[in-house]
C-alpha cells in the first residue's frame, strides 16, 4: 500500500512539473514572439526598398494559434510545404474554420507566413524580417493579432485584423438603413 502511495505520488509530481514547465515555456514562446515583433513594429522598418512606418502592436489570439498549429502538424504530417493544404484549403479557410469569424465587423483581414527548418524564434523572426513578403505581412497595419505555432521545425504564423462597428453604424445596420456588404481580405507569403 505504501508503494503504491508512493508511486501515486511520484505520478502526480511529474504531472504538476510537466505541466507547470509546459505552461511556462508556451508562455514564452508567446512573448518572445510579441515581443520580436512588436519591437520593430514600433520602430517601423523596410520591407526590400519599401519603408514601413511603425504600426499598432500586435496582441495574442489563441484562435489563430491554434489555426496555425493545425497547419504546421498538417504539413509535417503530410510532408508538404504550402499555404495551400493538401485538402485544397487556404489560409483564409483554415483561419475561419478555426473559429475566427468576420460576420458582425467592420473589416476583416488575415495573413500567414510559413517557414520550414528554422531552430529558433530568432532565426525565424530574423528570415521572416529579411523577407519582402513576409515582412509585410509582419508591418501590416491591419493585422492586429497573431497566433503562431512550430511543429518539428515547421513554423506557421497566422495574422487576424477585425474591427467593429461603431454604436452609430450598428444602429444604423439593425434599423436596415446600412447594408453590409463583406469580403474577407487575405494575404500569405
Not at 2 to 27: D, E, P, V
Not at 41 to 58: D, E, T, V
Request: proline share 4%.
Amino acid at each position: 500500500m505504501r508503494k503504491l502511495m508512493i508511486n501515486a505520488i511520484f505520478t502526480l509530481t511529474i504531472l504538476i512539473t510537466f505541466n507547470t514547465i509546459y505552461g511556462q515555456s508556451n508562455r514564452q514562446f508567446r512573448n518572445e514572439f510579441l515581443y520580436r515583433i512588436n519591437l520593430t513594429r514600433q520602430k517601423g522598418c523596410n520591407c526590400g526598398i519599401r519603408y514601413y512606418p511603425p504600426a499598432p502592436p500586435l496582441t495574442w489570439n489563441n484562435t489563430l494559434e491554434d489555426a496555425a498549429d493545425g497547419h504546421a502538424k498538417d504539413m509535417v504530417r503530410k510532408n508538404y510545404f504550402d499555404h495551400t493544404s493538401k485538402n485544397g484549403r487556404s489560409m483564409g479557410d483554415r483561419i475561419i474554420a478555426a473559429g475566427y469569424n468576420y460576420k458582425g465587423f467592420k473589416s476583416f483581414a488575415v495573413g500567414e507566413n510559413i517557414a520550414a527548418g528554422q531552430e529558433s524564434i530568432a532565426e525565424v523572426m530574423d528570415g521572416w524580417f529579411k523577407s519582402e513578403g513576409h515582412c509585410k505581412n509582419l508591418m501590416n497595419p491591419a493585422f492586429k493579432e497573431v497566433g503562431v505555432a512550430m511543429h518539428k521545425n515547421y513554423w506557421v504564423q497566422d495574422f487576424g485584423g477585425r474591427e467593429s462597428f461603431s454604436p452609430e453604424q450598428q444602429k444604423l445596420i439593425k434599423s436596415g438603413r446600412y447594408k453590409l456588404v463583406q469580403k474577407p481580405v487575405s494575404s500569405q507569403d
